[in-house]
């Protein structure tokens, strides 16, 4: 059996998919896996709300509380330590995380994306402007995507994608809605299978023994 997982969450927003995540191991559905903290540039993030629910530490920590970016990476860094972080799930976290513990983290940090990657992604394609594009596009399905993070916005390897319709009617906000959805099925997923350690990736190719 892998070790166990002891999973920072990063979130900047309202906390859905943490949330998400937080049911699937109180309800056992994930049994190898702990939220040892949860991670927030913005200090009004309902995800930070959440996890003082819970009794999980909250950490309010943003680029600028300190004078420097390094600064801010060194104490970013020891929060990790502090919690003795294993593994990292962006839920919602709006900014880049350096490529100081982009490396440390290597395959051990994962993001979820409303679009199915690679299309929609990248930056400025966050919140409602990643289903207006879809729309926009004339693409008849979107979807969420579960994947790897490396030094480039939503540009590691994908784990896990689910698929929606757009519907004639569709809205951004209908289409955000039913994304979320999905997103919130297959986002403790992927950390269950995790923690069970039954997700690879070799060389940018990712191997899920299920
Ligand atoms: C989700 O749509 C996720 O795909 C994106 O940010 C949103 C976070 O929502 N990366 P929530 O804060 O988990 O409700």
């Known amino acids: ?13 309202k906390g859905s998919n943490l949330e998400s995540i937080l049911n699937s191991i109180e309800s056992c559905k994930i049994i190898h ?7 927030s540039n913005n200090s009004n993030a309902g ?14 920590i943003n680029r600028e509380q300190y004078l420097t970016d390094e600064e801010f990476n060194v104490a970013l860094i020891k929060k990790l330590n ?16 350096s ?23 990248g930056k400025g394609m966050y919140g409602i402007h990643v289903h207006e594009a879809a729309i926009a596009s004339g693409d008849k399905v979107s979807g969420a995507t579960v994947h ?5 916005y ?14 004639t009617t569709e809205t951004a906000g209908t289409l955000a809605a039913k994304i979320l959805k999905i997103e919130h099925k297959i986002f403790p997923e992927v950390v269950r299978l995790f ?10 190719k990712v191997v899920i023994c299920k």
């Open 1 to 13: 059996m892998a070790e166990r997982l002891k999973i920072a969450v990063f979130a900047s927003g």
């Open 33 to 39: 896996a702990d939220i040892v903290c949860v991670i």
């Open 47 to 60: 995800a930070l709300e959440i996890a003082k629910q819970k009794n999980i530490p909250a950490v309010h």
């Open 82 to 97: 502090e919690f003795a972080a294993n593994f990292i799930v962006l839920a919602g976290y709006m900014k880049m995380l």
């Open 99 to 121: 490529s100081t513990i982009i490396r440390k983290y290597k395959n051990r940090i994962i993001n979820i994306h409303p679009a199915l990657l690679p299309k929609f992604g």
């Open 148 to 152: 790897f993070v490396d030094e480039e």
């Open 154 to 167: 939503d540009h590691g390897s994908t784990i896990m994608q689910e698929t929606v319709n757009i519907d």
């Open 195 to 204: 923690s069970e350690g039954k997700i690879y990736n070799e060389d940018g």
